[in-house]
């Protein structure tokens, strides 16, 4: 039947994001293969320090060096930089001379939890505890009751370092917030959501047996918890203030739905990102551009500290590429493109009333183009330029991926911010882009396997 001018107009004019399992349903397989990996990610990543861990066996595996100041690299090389433990550089050495600019994905691999206090363990009422402090913008009464398990380092005294790692294996017991039961919670049931469960009630325990011996004891199920600690680690309570310990989620990631589209797991936010940033680099084998791949610390505490955005330590990486190079760095940061990879929040249709539909990211419809986050109007925000929107819309599509545009909510619901702005601060170009999430900094949070996947297929297509 042959299409009248309305229909032909429609057509022509008007544009619509697709559904990518109806659009290409090849697509699936090929998904559902890459997240595998995706999936092994998350699980031996569960801290910055596991990440930064996990990205150089990975990055060793394919061939990559650390970065030695002063050498003479060629196209092709590929070498990496670790700061302090906690933040990674990656770098695939291009064919255009380094004054042309760089491409620069910039990830970060923090992630909400609750971090142990200085001073943390004590015994109340026959029972041990942690206290925590939280660390980024969690809903606290999303952590009660959630099987946790124990990650960290430890410097004793003389100096060693002691990885921590407790609930993770089978068999290891997991630990947990306690929270009322529904009989005694008339008190609690009046609390503003956010105070469901506050600051100082998330209280980890930690055991419930004294140890026997002959003496009186104060606080003997405190002692037994730290004797056992003890046993696996060598460390005792002093050591407490020489360390990095953090409660994260014990739960393992696992697909989601009767058709296995999603994947459920802590720490997406924005560890799928860092994965897909930290793949699209390895296979970044004689790009036209040098790639710079930037997996970050305290993003989720505003990016702050030394392996975090707001340092310099990504202008300092710059600085020396520019002295191996001989040319001037202002140059090549000049001429550089930056992708701000984080995820955005998708449509949830439950809660519909705090998106504005027609510009909000949903599953299965690919990575998500952010002109700009910030809060309310635009404060705190990159807002990306309609020159380097355009670029970066051609690259994606000219390499057949599947993106969508979306906001952070509606315009007066509230907002959130990126690593953008600390990078445009270098006189970078920069836009954001990576995957949406739904129950984004939740212990479990959701994401669809083709986004993440076509995520991947973007940042490589960048790095082309």
């Not at 299409?3 to 008007?14: A, I």
């Not at 600019?101 to 505890?129: C, M, Q, T």
């Not at 760095?329 to 504005?356: G, H, M, W």
């Not at 970078?428 to 739904?438: A, E, M, N, T, Y």
Request: net charge negative.
């Amino acid at each position: 039947m042959e299409k009248t001018k309305g229909q032909q107009l429609q057509e022509e004019l008007t544009f619509k994001f697709p559904h990518i399992a109806k659009e290409a349903p090849s697509q699936r397989e090929e998904a559902e293969m890459f997240c595998e990996g995706y999936k092994r990610f998350l699980d031996n990543g569960k801290t910055e320090r596991e990440c930064v861990r996990e990205a150089v066996a990975m990055l060793e595996m394919q061939g990559y060096r650390p970065f030695e100041e002063g050498k003479d690299y060629q196209a092709g090389n590929k070498v990496y930089y670790v700061n302090r433990g906690k933040s990674i550089i990656a770098t695939t050495f291009g064919k255009a001379g380094l004054e042309q600019g760089v491409r620069i994905n910039g990830a970060h691999i923090d992630s909400p939890r609750l971090d142990l206090k200085p001073n943390p363990a004590y015994e109340k009422s026959d029972l041990a505890y942690f206290k925590t402090h939280y660390y980024g913008g969690i809903r606290k009464y999303q952590w009660g009751t959630v099987p946790l398990a124990i990650h960290g380092v430890v410097v004793k005294k003389n100096g060693e370092i002691v990885e921590v790692n407790i609930g993770e294996k089978e068999g290891d017991p997991v630990f947990c917030v306690t929270d009322l039961l529904p009989h005694l919670s008339a008190e609690q049931n009046d609390r503003k959501l956010r105070d469901g469960l506050k600051g100082e009630e998330l209280n980890v325990l930690i055991g419930s047996i004294p140890f026997i011996d002959e003496a009186e004891l104060k606080d003997p199920v405190k002692l037994l918890a730290l004797k056992l600690l003890n046993e696996r680690y060598g460390i005792t309570e002093a050591d407490f203030f020489r360390a990095e310990i953090e409660m994260v989620p014990a739960q393992k990631a696992c697909d989601v739905g009767l058709d296995r589209s999603m994947i459920g797991a802590y720490g997406q936010d924005d560890r799928v990102c860092a994965y897909t940033a930290l793949m699209a680099e390895i296979d970044a084998n004689m790009p036209e551009y040098t790639t710079v791949t930037v997996l970050a610390d305290k993003e989720e505490v505003g990016s702050e500290g030394n392996t975090g955005l707001d340092s310099d330590f990504v202008l300092h990486y710059m600085e020396d590429l520019a002295a191996m190079a001989r040319v001037d760095v202002r140059k090549v940061l000049r001429n550089s493109i930056c992708l701000s990879s984080d995820v955005n929040a998708a449509y949830d249709p439950t809660f519909a009333q705090v998106y504005e539909e027609r510009n909000s990211c949903f599953l299965n419809k690919g990575c998500v183009l952010t002109k700009y986050t910030g809060v309310r109007g635009k404060s705190g925000s990159n807002d990306a330029s309609a020159e380097l929107m355009a670029k970066v819309i051609a690259m994606m599509e000219q390499e057949g991926v599947y993106w969508q545009i979306g906001e952070l909510g509606a315009v007066d619901q509230g907002g959130g911010g990126t690593i953008a702005k600390y990078v445009a601060h270098m006189d970078v170009d920069v836009v954001d882009l990576g995957v949406p999430i739904l129950s984004m900094h939740s212990p479990f949070e959701l994401s669809a396997k083709l986004d993440v996947y076509n995520t991947y297929k973007a940042f490589r297509a960048f790095y082309k």
